[in-house]
């Protein structure tokens, strides 16, 4: 059974850092995209990043390109999502997702994400 467990978020000043964790189990991701999505009260559900699981090839939305940077660490079965410069609108409950290949038309539509973690909180204050 495959699962995903978040850490790392908390509440940060704007212009501060935080590191998102995301630990994978359950079955070999090799041919995965992992993804990071996050959600702010009343909004929908917005993609941020993704990463291929096996080439390390990225995808960020342009709201945080630049600020944020996901990456993997293989051995580790974790993926991260490092972020920089954040600002109040950054606000969200961050999700990490898992689908079962990179196909780049899709990597930014949730529901094409087969699994999901159970979200974490980040707040930033102005």
């Known amino acids: 059974q495959v699962q995903l467990v978040e850490s790392g978020g908390g509440l940060v000043q704007a212009g501060g850092s935080l590191r998102l964790s995301c630990a994978a189990s359950?079955?070999?991701?090799?041919?995965?995209?992992m993804g990071w999505f996050r959600q702010a009260p009343g909004k929908e559900r917005e993609f941020v990043a993704a990463?291929?699981?096996?080439?390390?090839?990225?995808l960020h939305a342009g709201s945080v390109k630049g600020r944020f940077t996901i990456s993997r660490d293989m051995p580790k079965n974790t993926v991260y999502l490092q972020m920089n410069s954040l600002k109040p609108e950054d606000t969200a409950v961050y999700y990490c997702?898992?689908?079962?290949?990179?196909?780049?038309?899709?990597?930014?539509?949730?529901?094409?994400?087969?699994?999901w973690g159970q979200g974490t909180q980040v707040t930033v204050s102005s």
């Open positions: 359950g079955r070999t991701f090799s041919s995965y995209a």
């Open positions: 990463i291929r699981w096996s080439s390390g090839s990225t």
């Open positions: 997702a898992a689908r079962p290949n990179w196909e780049l038309l899709q990597l930014t539509i949730s529901r094409t994400y087969d699994y």
